[in-house]
């Protein structure tokens, strides 16, 4: 029964309006992105405080710099994974742009299938495309909770003086919960990964850079935008930040977030505010870059539709 199962399965994957869908869906991911993410930026157009964000962001030159670092970070880092992979050139950035702005604007993963489709669409295999996004986004949650782990230890320390308000067995069954992934990850990685080892070592070596950039970076943007309060308690809030907002068991998170404000920052400290402020600018960014690619997309997809044409009507002839 079961392999009747399988050998209908794998029929209806080999049938020819599969294939014929799975053609389409390649053709026309890039545009349904495009559209969806100019969608999603009109949405969230409506939805910024666009005078609450001039009235608090810092004119100077420096903190602008240093927001453009830090939201191209994660970009390059995943164009830095893929150029191993598949050899992307630098115009291949806007293609991992779309992936980001399509996971932050719609929903999480819509990125992942829109840089499968792209795959496909350029020529690698379906099997193995399809391996190599799955490898990249679990190595990302598995360094990313490892990051966390780390950051936990190197807190454990202080947390009982923070008084941050978690309770001690909610901390540990998150913590389980966050070591989990990392745990399978290892365990299972024979059989889960599709690359070569030592791809996936240079991958995770990457994932790991962004995290520690990320803390950096934000703590250094906070400082710049707040210079009264030293860099280093932006740095410890940054990465009590990134722990709290990862266990997954606290769900008071914005009442422990507010104690530690006030413990490490002091209840002078406009912190409330300037989490809204770079929140608010980092979906503005969001739908500027989303906008423009949009935009783009929808363009190349038209001339590709034209080329496509000519060439029918060309053969016709």
Not at 164 to 177: D, N
Not at 188 to 214: M, Q, Y
């Amino acid at each position: 029964m079961f392999e009747h199962g399988v050998t209908l399965v794998r029929g209806l994957m080999a049938h020819p309006a599969t294939n014929a869908l799975k053609r389409g869906l390649v053709r026309f991911a890039a545009p349904i992105l495009s559209l969806a993410v100019l969608a999603g930026a009109l949405v969230e157009l409506r939805a910024l405080d666009w005078h609450a964000v001039r009235a608090l962001v810092p004119h100077s030159l420096s903190f602008w710099i240093v927001f453009v670092i830090a939201y191209a970070t994660p970009i390059l880092c995943d164009w830095a994974i893929y150029r191993r992979i598949w050899n992307v050139p630098v115009s291949g950035i806007a293609v991992l742009a779309r992936k980001t702005i399509g996971n932050e604007l719609l929903m999480g993963y819509v990125g992942e299938a829109y840089l499968f489709a792209w795959a496909r669409r350029e020529g690698h295999a379906g099997r193995a495309a399809f391996g190599a996004v799955k490898d990249v986004s679990i190595l990302s949650a598995a360094v990313g909770n490892g990051a966390t782990i780390l950051v936990a230890l190197a807190a454990a320390p202080f947390m009982g003086a923070l008084h941050i308000g978690i309770p001690i067995w909610a901390a540990a069954v998150s913590l389980c919960v966050i070591l989990a992934p990392p745990v399978v990850a290892l365990a299972l990685r024979g059989r889960l990964f599709s690359l070569p080892p030592a791809e996936l070592r240079a991958i995770a070596g990457i994932h790991a850079a962004r995290a520690v950039l990320t803390i950096g970076l934000t703590a250094l943007l906070w400082h710049l935008a707040l210079p009264d309060i030293a860099v280093l308690w932006w740095l410890i809030f940054s990465a009590l930040k990134l722990l709290v907002s990862r266990l997954p068991l606290v769900s008071n998170k914005e009442l422990v977030f507010a104690g530690m404000v006030v413990i490490l920052l002091g209840r002078q400290a406009d912190v409330p505010a300037l989490m809204t402020m770079m929140a608010t600018m980092m979906v503005a960014m969001h739908v500027a870059v989303g906008s423009v690619l949009g935009i783009f997309g929808l363009a190349g997809a038209a001339a590709r539709s034209m080329r496509v044409r000519d060439e029918v009507v060309t053969v016709g002839l």
